[in-house]
T-cell receptor
Framework: DVKVTQSSRYLVKRTGEKVFLECVQD?????MFWYRQDPGLGLRLIYF???????EKGDIPEGYSVSREKKERFSLILESASTNQTSMYLC?????????????????FGPGTRLTVL | RKEVEQDPGPFNVPEGATVAFNCTYS??????FFWYRQDCRKEPKLLMS???SGNEDGRFTAQLNRASQYISLLIRDSKLSDSATYLC???????????FGTGTRLQVFP
């Protein structure tokens, strides 16, 4: 069975703190993604990685960085947490698409981390 | 214009009803289409992929109209357990990234 795990379900941090969110998948997937989800805005892509040590910015990368040192692990880092980063953070993974413009595979999500920044 | 648009609802229907959700997408080059289900405070989970010929999975039927850039989901004989938010999802052209709609909320009542 497909499994994506995230290090915390709930996290409370203070403004200015450095925050690490960890995600691990056991499906040997090449692609990993970090999203945030806010009411009325849906899922927004922060960063994604298509291979170890490779990363690409998503739609809202400002204030975030990522690290992918091993294939199964993708970390999201908030360098200096701010109150507007209070959100639900979701990690996902997927196998690579066909690369021929023929579409991509579905993504599998972790349970999410609800982060509150005070 | 949003890349994937859905009616946010909520759709409030009685048990046993048939309900349909629609979704439009802006990029005609998209090749992969999905419906995800998301329960309150949980992660999105794949409900079904959507194929050009249309496909059915039990009480759920998905249709794709490429000419109109339109995707639909039909739920027959609604159950209380179908209450959730349904996300329409398409891929971004030539990438492995997915674009998610903001979701349509369904509430099935007894």
């Amino acid at each position: 069975d497909v499994k994506v795990t995230q290090s915390s379900r709930y996290l409370v941090k203070r403004t200015g703190e450095k925050v690490f969110l960890e995600c691990v998948q056991d499906m040997d997937h090449e692609n990993m993604f970090w999203y945030r989800q806010d009411p009325g805005l849906g899922l927004r892509l922060i960063y994604f990685s298509y291979d170890v040590k490779m990363k690409e910015k998503g739609d809202i990368p400002e204030g975030y960085s990522v690290s992918r040192e091993k294939k199964e692990r993708f970390s999201l880092i908030l360098e200096s947490a701010s109150t507007n980063q209070t959100s639900m953070y979701l990690c996902a993974s997927s196998p690579p698409g066909s690369g021929l413009g023929l579409g991509t595979d579905t993504q599998y999500f972790g349970p999410g981390t609800r982060l509150t920044v005070l | 214009r949003k890349e994937v648009e859905q009616d946010p609802g909520p759709f409030n229907v009685p048990e046993g009803a048939t309900v349909a959700f629609n979704c439009t997408y802006s990029n005609s080059a998209s090749q992969s289409f999905f419906w995800y289900r998301q329960d309150c405070r949980k992660e999105p989970k794949l409900l079904m992929s959507v194929y050009s010929s249309g496909n059915e999975d039990g009480r759920f039927t998905a249709q794709l109209n490429r000419a109109s850039q339109y995707i639909s989901l039909l739920i027959r004989d609604s159950k209380l357990s179908d209450s959730a938010t349904y996300l329409c999802v398409v891929n971004e052209e030539n990438t492995d990234k997915l674009i998610f709609g903001t979701g349509t909320r369904l509430q099935v009542f007894p």
